[in-house]
């Protein structure tokens, strides 16, 4: 069979295998090769247990893959057959150097940028999906125009947009899809084809075009400006837990404001994802470089109110478990850093695992689609945690829940159940504000919600 177009993505993450996925399953009449470095990857999206976890996903995998779908790591063959490379590899906070800890590692992408040059034949576009610092467009321009005289290449920026655990649904209806070129002829030939690929599915008014540095700087501040709402109401939460307010309240009340608008308002144990923090540390590291430190320090503080609420919550843990957690055995439920998601970087739940085994308490982790990663970022430190799926069994003789992520099936548990099987005084720490705290308290547990009083069967002045 002939295929109308090439699209060739390099990086098979939580970002490229679920989008080419999408574009594949809504244009058959494209041909999709998503390639990588990591063989195992490539192995596991082309098996039955893909390497990710998202809604929706598999079934559209499964109707696309080998069809119009494919995944390999013959990346040079890639770049040889592809017109439109989307390059979708990581780009983590950098660990090293200059900006370490603050700026984005380039590394990855400045490889890919390397590899198209030195074997692409004939005319490319290259669509940034990888959130970038603003400005690289420019760099990657360089880059495959240094001695490769006789190919021509466009760059666009094209920043996504999903969010993970509802990847598929945001890419099968998005908010909108922003494509940044520039306004030269080429540019606009480039950006005309990438809008003709998201047309196939995506409402033409929702494909918005912008300049290249504008869409680049886009990607990094929807980021900022999310986890900015997460951290307002996170230290409104600090305050209501003093005041005696309740902080589902005080969001309902400020959320009907249409100005504000009532989403992302939950309080909770802290933000977490691969993105957030990157992003917005990327964003305070490009202020500084441009000497905007008033601006750079705001947008730090959003990151700063995260760690800060992490605190929160295993100070509380300790503090109201008399001080001491050694021997105690505590179960957390929901290691993924949110609903939907086997995803676990960055998870909140990371450190408060941390935090626990340093106090010596013994550890009981369950989660529907976590527990692999979570084995893996507790390497080393796990002597005393048990990884258990089943949550009624996790609870069993623990003297303390806390609940870290936001699973639905979580507030559907019998806890009268729980509260039977577990050691008494029995704790519940709901890091997300989903479960019936009142009820919890009636059954016998003492409950410590986020940014609300605590209901405990305890004089006052023991806590
Ligand atoms: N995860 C999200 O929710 C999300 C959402 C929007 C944007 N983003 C951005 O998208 C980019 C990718 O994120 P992700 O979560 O998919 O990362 P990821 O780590 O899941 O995937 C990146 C993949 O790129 C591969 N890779 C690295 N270098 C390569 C190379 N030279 N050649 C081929 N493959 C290579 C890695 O092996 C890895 O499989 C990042 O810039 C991220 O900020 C992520």
Redesign the pocket.
């Known amino acids: 069979m002939t295929f109308e177009r090439n699209i060739l993505c ?8 679920p989008t080419m996925a999408m574009i594949a399953y809504k244009c058959p009449q494209y041909r999709v090769m998503v ?4 063989p195992e ?1 490539i192995a596991q999206w082309n098996s039955d247990q893909l390497p ?1 976890y998202e809604p929706g996903l598999e079934q559209i995998v499964r109707s696309a893959r080998g069809k119009n779908l494919f995944f390999s790591t013959e ?1 040079e063959q890639g770049i040889r057959e592809a017109e439109i490379i989307f390059v ?5 906070t950098k660990t090293y150097g200059a900006g370490a800890g603050m700026a ?1 590692d380039l590394q ?2 400045e ?2 940028a390397t ?1 198209i040059r030195k074997h692409a034949r004939t005319h490319k576009i290259i669509v940034e ?4 610092p603003v400005k690289t467009a420019q760099a990657m321009q360089r880059i495959l125009s240094a001695g490769n005289e006789g190919v021509k290449f466009d760059v666009l920026s094209n ?6 655990g509802t ?1 598929i649904k945001d890419l099968e209806d998005p908010d909108r899809v922003l494509i940044g070129s520039e306004e030269t002829p080429g540019g606009q030939r480039a950006r005309e084809m990438l809008t003709a690929v998201y047309a196939n599915w995506v409402p033409r008014e929702r494909i918005v075009a912008s300049n290249i540095w504008s869409s680049e700087l886009s ?1 990094l501040v929807a980021n900022a400006f999310l986890a900015q709402r997460i951290s307002s109401i996170n230290s409104i939460s600090a305050l209501c837990e003093k005041a005696d307010a309740d902080v589902e309240e005080v969001a309902r009340a400020v959320g009907m404001d249409s100005r504000v608008g009532n989403k992302f308002l939950n309080a909770s144990v802290g933000f977490g ?3 957030f923090k ?2 917005i540390l990327n964003l305070v590291y490009i202020c500084r470089f441009y000497q905007l430190h008033e601006v750079a320090d705001y947008w730090e503080g959003v990151v700063k109110i995260n760690e800060y609420q992490k605190e929160r919550f295993i100070l509380n843990m300790l503090s109201t478990m008399f001080n001491t957690l050694a021997g105690k055995r505590v179960c957390i439920l929901g290691f993924a850093f949110k609903a939907n998601t086997g ?1 676990t ?1 960055e998870s909140p739940a990371i450190l408060v695992a941390q935090r626990l085994i340093e106090e010596k308490a013994e550890l009981v982790i369950s989660d529907p689609q976590a527990l692999r990663n979570a084995r893996s970022d507790l390497k080393g430190v796990d002597e005393n945690i048990a990884y258990v799926e089943d949550p009624y069994e996790a609870a069993e003789g623990c003297n303390a829940i806390a609940v870290l992520t936001e699973w639905d099936q979580y507030a559907q548990l019998d806890y009268a159940r729980i509260f039977k099987s577990m050691r008494k005084p029995a704790f519940i720490f709901d890091g997300r504000n989903i479960l019936d705290h009142s009820k919890l308290f009636d059954m016998g547990f003492n409950v410590f919600p986020i940014g609300k009083p605590a209901y405990t069967h305890f004089d006052a002045d023991n806590l």
């Open positions: 390099i990086g098979a993450g939580y970002v490229g295998g390639v990588d470095v990591n990857r990710i990346i979708s590899v990581n780009t983590p984005a990855y992408w490889k890919t590899q999906k990888s959130t970038l920043p996504e947009f999903l969010a993970e990847a990607k994802g691969s993105c990157k992003d995803d970087r």
